[in-house]
């Protein structure tokens, strides 16, 4: 008897021990931010969603909606920062708009390349995890977070200033020929990131503030070409895609499915990225 409760008492222990050492994934929890620049990652659980103009009042490049499934993975919860990009680089600087500062701390970096999103994400990845950009099916994926409408937050644009930082009414009064949502979000350039409501992931920004570089070639056929299972485009083409719209876009450039392509050695005034953790 003692020894059977022995036994059993040194499974628990060591069951115990195995849990501590490799703990469980909270699908939906932040995690640590064990790495060189502090950025904290969301876990995503994977599945299956309609990737693509959902709703029906998008660009060509957008169709045909089709069916995409993703793996699990962590995306940053917030758009990487202009304090985390200078731990890499700290001559890099964002600029100016207009006057208006778009190299403050906690801003979203911007003027940023392709190329120097993927070094980045290369050097951090010497401080103990894998981090890449986000494909652009786990960018849509993450951005949509289950929601099937033009934005996260529902097909309202009227509701865009509790969610994101784009161009809003005061932008409109200033800048006549920006296409702008009815509604005022309090910033005329980036917004410090995190400064909107997340979507139903827990992650900030995906739309508005910074358009965000991802892995994929751009094709505006891509979408007829894909597996259906972790698709990337990687095939021929002159541009990297950028996703999100940013705090100078209207409606149709904010929406969840909205795709540009850029020349990958070309940064912008409100193109930066976020990174996806893979292990
Ligand atoms: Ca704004």
């Avoid at 701390?105 to 950009?133: F, M």
């Avoid at 865009?160 to 509604?183: E, H």
């Avoid at 505006?220 to 940013?246: F, H």
């Amino acid at each position: 008897m003692f020894l059977r409760v022995l036994v059993v008492n040194v499974f628990l222990v060591l069951s115990m021990v195995l849990l501590a050492a490799h703990p469980a994934v909270v699908f939906g929890e932040t995690a640590s931010a064990d790495n060189a620049a502090g950025i904290e990652f969301v876990a995503v659980k994977g599945g299956c969603f309609q990737m693509g103009d959902s709703v029906g009042d998008g660009d060509p490049n957008e169709r045909p909606v089709h069916e995409a499934c993703v793996s699990d993975f962590s995306m940053g919860k917030y758009e990487v920062t202009n304090e985390q990009f200078k731990k890499f680089r700290p001559g890099h600087k964002s600029g100016t708009f207009e006057g208006m500062s778009l190299d403050e701390p906690k801003q979203p970096v911007v003027n940023v390349s392709w190329e120097d999103a993927v070094e980045y994400a290369k050097w951090l990845s010497k401080s103990g995890h894998t981090y890449r950009l986000p494909t652009e099916a786990e960018w849509e994926y993450a951005a949509r977070a289950g929601s099937t409408a033009a934005y996260f937050w529902g097909n309202d644009p009227a509701e865009a200033c509790k969610y994101a930082n784009v161009a809003d009414a005061t932008a409109q009064k200033k800048y006549p020929k920006w296409r702008s949502f009815n509604c005022d979000d309090g910033h005329l350039v980036a917004a410090p990131v995190g400064s909107f409501k997340p979507n139903a992931f827990g992650l900030y920004d995906m739309l508005g503030n910074a358009w965000e570089w991802v892995e994929d070639v751009y094709s505006a056929e891509a979408y007829s070409k894909l597996p259906k299972n972790n698709p990337v485009y990687g095939g021929s083409g002159e541009y990297r895609v950028e996703r999100g719209g940013g705090w100078s876009n209207g409606p149709l450039g904010v929406r969840s499915s909205h795709r540009a392509g850029v020349s990958p050695t070309f940064g912008h005034r409100s193109l930066g990225f976020r990174l996806v953790m893979v292990k």
